[in-house]
Structures are given as structure tokens and as C-alpha cells.
């Protein structure tokens, strides 16, 4: 079946950079995406790739795919306390009438910045 | 400003009662979703609608029912059948591109539901 997984935690200081992971199965994916959510707070979009992108970058933001490994990762450059939050890795087929673009979530990974 | 507003922030329900979520967007979307979040768990899909008055099951829609009578709204409603509802529920939105991928999705603040 269909899994995403991600490691639970990482913590980093304020101005280093931090890179989230994540692995997923399903090799039919068509978009992978990177939610951030802070507490008591809904899902923020961060960014997205398509799949026959290796690479996305958008300011601090840096996405990269292996499709080969199905990997995907989230590097945040020059971190800041207020990036203190879980992402989310998530990964759809995008088609109507199959899995109809349905998300499929990680667990989340907790990101605390010290200062 | 468009968005998602889900309502009411926090929800107390108690046992045997029906309760009922609210979810509206002005973004225009076609498709619109129900998640729940439990802690540890990510998100897991209780229902989604591609158009109006139409909705299909996620992976967790047992004892919890929708309706899709207008694009703008989506509520949930928890049943006295759902054992375990306190968790934190996400309503999310996004075009739908038929025959097409579906954009990325847009989510509201959540509705966090505890039992008395």
C-alpha cells in the first residue's frame, strides 16, 4: 500500500540550515508536497514538485527528489525560531477518478530551532 | 481575503450527541476535504468531494456523515457512532482539474473536538 514516512524530530540552531526527509512507496506519485503546521494552527503549504522535477528551490526553500530512491527533502537554509513547526511530507496521483488527488500524509517531523 | 474558515475552534460533544463542523471557502474550489489529526498519527482522510452533491469515503468514514449542497460549504457532522471523535479535524480545499491533476490543497485553521 501507499506509505510516506518521515523521522519524527530534528533540532538545529538558529542560522544553520536543516534538512527534512522523507521516503515514500508509491512510485505512481505525480506531486509530492511540503506542508508546515505551527500549533493549534491548520496545514500552511510550503511548497511543491512535480515528479519529473529533481529539484525546486523558492527563497530559503530547497526541495529535492530522487525519484529513483523515492525520496524527497526539504532544506531550509540560515533556520529561524519562528520555523519552529511539524512538516509535513505528502504525496498524490493527481487523476480524477482514480485515487482522485487524495494526499497521503507522513507522520510529521517535528523542527525545533534553538536559538 | 479568500481562504478556508472552519468553525468553531474548539467543540465539546457529549455522549451520544451529535455534532456538527463547519467548513466554508471562498476560493472558489471545486473539491473539498475532511482530515482528522491525531497526535502521532499525520493526517487521515474521513471524506472529500470533487463537485457539489457529490462525496465519496475516505480511509476513516465510519461514524462520521457529509453533505456537499452548495461548492462554498462541506460540513461534517461526528455521530454517537463515531467511539473515539476527540481529535483535531482539518477541512482543506483545491480546484479540480477533471481528467486532470488536482492543485494543491488549501486548509483551514481546524476544529479541535473533546468529549465531556
Known amino acids: 500500500g501507499e506509505d510516506v514516512e518521515q523521522s519524527l524530530f530534528l533540532s538545529v540552531r538558529e542560522g544553520d540550515s536543516s534538512v527534512i526527509n522523507c521516503t515514500y512507496t508509491?512510485?505512481?506519485?505525480?506531486?509530492l508536497y511540503w506542508y508546515k503546521q505551527e500549533p493549534g494552527a491548520g496545514l500552511q503549504l510550503l511548497t511543491y514538485?512535480?515528479?519529473?522535477?529533481d529539484m525546486k528551490q523558492d527563497q530559503r526553500l530547497t526541495v529535492l527528489l530522487n525519484k529513483k530512491d523515492k525520496h524527497l527533502s526539504l532544506r531550509i537554509a540560515d533556520t529561524q525560531t519562528g520555523d519552529s513547526a511539524i512538516y509535513f511530507c505528502?504525496?498524490?496521483?493527481?487523476?480524477?477518478?482514480?485515487?482522485?488527488?487524495?494526499?497521503?500524509f507522513g507522520k510529521g517531523t517535528k523542527l525545533s530551532v534553538k536559538p | 481575503d479568500g481562504g478556508i474558515t472552519q468553525s468553531p475552534k474548539y467543540l465539546f460533544r457529549k455522549e451520544g450527541q451529535n455534532v456538527t463542523l463547519s467548513c466554508e471557502q471562498n476560493?472558489?474550489?471545486?473539491?473539498m476535504y475532511w482530515y482528522r489529526q491525531d497526535p502521532g498519527q499525520g493526517l487521515r482522510l474521513i471524506y472529500y468531494?470533487?463537485?457539489?452533491?457529490?462525496?465519496q469515503k475516505g480511509d476513516i468514514a465510519e461514524g462520521y456523515s457529509v453533505s456537499r449542497e452548495k461548492k462554498e460549504s462541506f460540513p461534517l457532522t461526528v455521530t454517537s457512532a463515531q467511539k473515539n471523535p476527540t481529535a483535531f479535524y482539518l477541512c482543506?480545499?483545491?480546484?479540480?482539474?477533471?481528467?486532470?491533476?488536482?492543485?494543491?490543497?488549501?486548509f483551514g485553521d481546524g476544529t479541535r473536538l473533546s468529549i465531556l
Open positions: 482543506a480545499s483545491s480546484t479540480s482539474d477533471l481528467g486532470g491533476p488536482n492543485q494543491p490543497q488549501h
Open positions: 514538485i512535480f515528479s519529473n522535477m
Open positions: 508509491d512510485s505512481s506519485s505525480t506531486y
Open positions: 505528502a504525496e498524490s496521483h493527481g487523476n480524477y477518478g482514480g485515487s482522485q488527488g487524495n494526499l497521503i
Open positions: 476560493l472558489n474550489h471545486d473539491a
Open positions: 468531494s470533487q463537485i457539489v452533491n457529490d462525496f
